[in-house]
Each structure stands twice: as structure tokens, then as C-alpha cells.
């Protein structure tokens, strides 16, 4: 049986978004075939392709009937969704129903989006603790701890630098909640590994708090803030990302200096846990390949 792992991304009209997420999925496919042996699947027998659901092209229903003709047999739909709002509750079923309607009958399984997964918590979390250990001093103070396996100190608090998680947000509340859950997480191991203990979190759609609304948080919580880190929990480049520098400056007094840490992006740890969900989805169980991206993030934060 031919089997058609297919990434799909939301889409947008940014082109340097586009390009990271085709790096991604390049990055994806690789790890995917180098692994796929370990699944005792023969070449040929596995073919990974991509799809966009608004926005771009391939849609959903042109790559189904691709696969279809290509001679796919199954196809494992992965979508690059970090929580589990409409478009994986009424979008993705409507396309798949679609691509039916139209004559594609292939076999359709659709991996849920990320979640609260411990990969993408810790990839975020050093995400921040990237620019922390980069500062100029007022984030390397002499208390920081270091990542593992190097030498350092005990983690002392940081009360002049803060954490703002800013995510895309909706109106869903499972979604929501989700979120939420994400951002007390990377708080919790960014408080652990910087000593910075204020956080807010912002969302940039839905009932909020907005980023106004969480930098007068913050600043309630400190009358000596100096520093905020944000971090924009957002998987690919695009006017959001660029947008929130802007958006955050207007936000924040002046004293307050503002350091913007690197959206998800391509991490090998993210391109790794990809692939293995989507051939423990596939094929089997996933502890094997959880285990193998755990260790991969972790060895990140040593180097």
C-alpha cells in the first residue's frame, strides 16, 4: 500500500512564510524517509506532500486528487496547527468532504493539531532563554543559570525583565484554554531556567487581553520592569510575526526596552517531533519517537 503523509499549512500571501514553511516540509520529508525503514516500509511505499488551506496552492482537494492519480492508496493528512480551533474542526472535514464530492475517494486520517505538547513547550522556552543568555547584561546577570551541561549559577529572580507570550488567539474556548495551558508551561520553565518570573499572555485576535491590556499587567506587577521578552508562539513567518514589534513598542513606556525572541520557525526539534507523529500516527506508537525528540531539543539547549 502506497501511503501520502500530506503537511498542510493555514496559507498566506507572505512569501518569506511561504519559503519557511517549504524548508520546513523539506526538513519533514527527510527525517520522514530516514525513519520510515524503522517502520519496515520499502521505498516507494511512502510519499510525503504538502497542501495549504486558504490562500495558496496546492488546496486541499487539488493534492488528494495528485495522490489519487498518483496511485496513493492512504493518505495521513497532517496539519501544522499549533491548537485545535475551526479550521481542524470545520475546515479540514469540509475540504476533505469536498475533494469526495468531486470523485477523490482515497482514505483520509487526520493527525490533530499540537496541542500541549512538551516538545513545542521547550522548544519556545528556549526560544527565550536564547535571548536571555544573548543579552547584555541585564538578562546574563551573574545569577542566570546556563543551559545543561554548562557550567553556571543557581537561578536567582529577575524581577526587572518580564515575558509576554503572544499567540494568534479566536474565539474557540477549547482552543483558548489550550493556549493558556501553553503559555503558563513555557512561563513556568522560562521562570525556572532565567529567573523570570512576571509573565503575561497576549493573544493579537478573539476576546484577548490584547498586547496593551497584558503590558499594563506587567507593568502592575513590577514598578521595576526594564525589560520585556516576547515571545510570539507562531509556527511560520508572515505580517503577524512583523506586525507584533510595532504593536508592542506602542504598548510599552518608554524605559521599558523590548526584545523580541524568534517565532517556532523550523527547529529540528519541531521538524522532528513532526515527523514522528505523523509516522507514529501512521504506522504505530509513538513513544519511540517522543522519546527520540526530547532528546533532540535537549541537546539543542547544550550546544
Request: net charge negative; glycine share 10%; proline share 6%.
Amino acid at each position: 500500500m502506497i501511503t501520502a503523509i500530506v503537511l498542510l499549512s493555514h496559507g498566506t500571501r507572505d512569501t518569506a512564510g511561504v519559503s519557511e514553511f517549504h524548508r520546513f516540509c523539506d526538513e519533514v520529508n527527510r527525517v520522514i524517509l530516514a525513519r520510515s525503514p524503522q517502520f519496515g516500509l520499502a521505498p516507494g511505499e511512502l510519499c510525503v506532500e504538502r497542501a495549504f488551506l486558504e490562500l495558496c496552492d496546492p488546496d486541499v482537494p487539488t493534492t488528494l486528487a495528485a495522490c489519487a492519480e498518483a496511485g496513493v492508496e492512504r493518505v495521513v493528512l497532517v496539519p501544522l496547527l499549533l491548537f485545535e480551533a475551526g479550521h481542524a474542526k470545520q475546515d479540514i472535514p469540509g475540504l476533505i468532504d469536498q475533494a469526495r464530492r468531486s470523485g477523490v475517494h482515497l482514505p483520509v486520517d487526520v493527525v490533530p493539531p499540537i496541542g500541549q505538547d512538551e516538545v513545542f513547550i521547550e522548544v519556545a522556552a528556549a526560544r527565550v532563554q536564547a535571548v536571555v543568555m544573548a543579552g547584555d547584561g541585564q538578562f546574563a546577570h551573574a545569577g542566570a543559570r546556563l543551559p545543561t551541561g554548562v557550567q553556571g549559577h543557581n537561578v536567582v529572580a529577575n524581577d526587572g525583565a518580564a515575558l509576554l507570550f503572544v499567540g494568534r488567539g479566536g474565539t474557540d474556548p477549547a482552543a483558548r484554554a489550550d493556549a493558556l495551558a501553553v503559555a503558563a508551561a513555557v512561563a513556568a520553565v522560562v521562570a525556572r531556567t532565567s529567573g523570570i518570573g512576571n509573565w503575561a499572555s497576549a493573544f493579537l485576535a478573539g476576546p484577548g487581553p490584547d498586547v496593551h491590556a497584558a503590558a499594563r499587567e506587567l507593568l502592575a506587577r513590577s514598578s521595576r520592569l526594564q525589560r520585556v521578552v516576547a515571545l510570539p508562539y507562531l509556527w511560520f513567518t508572515g505580517r503577524l510575526v512583523r506586525a507584533l514589534h510595532g504593536q508592542l513598542l506602542g504598548a510599552l513606556p518608554d524605559g521599558v526596552c523590548l526584545t523580541m525572541a524568534d517565532h517556532l520557525g523550523c527547529h529540528p526539534g519541531l521538524v522532528e517531533r513532526v515527523a514522528c507523529r505523523a509516522l507514529a500516527f501512521a504506522f504505530g506508537s509513538g513513544r519511540p519517537g517522543q522519546e527520540l525528540v526530547a532528546t533532540t531539543v535537549r541537546s539543542k539547549w547544550d550546544e
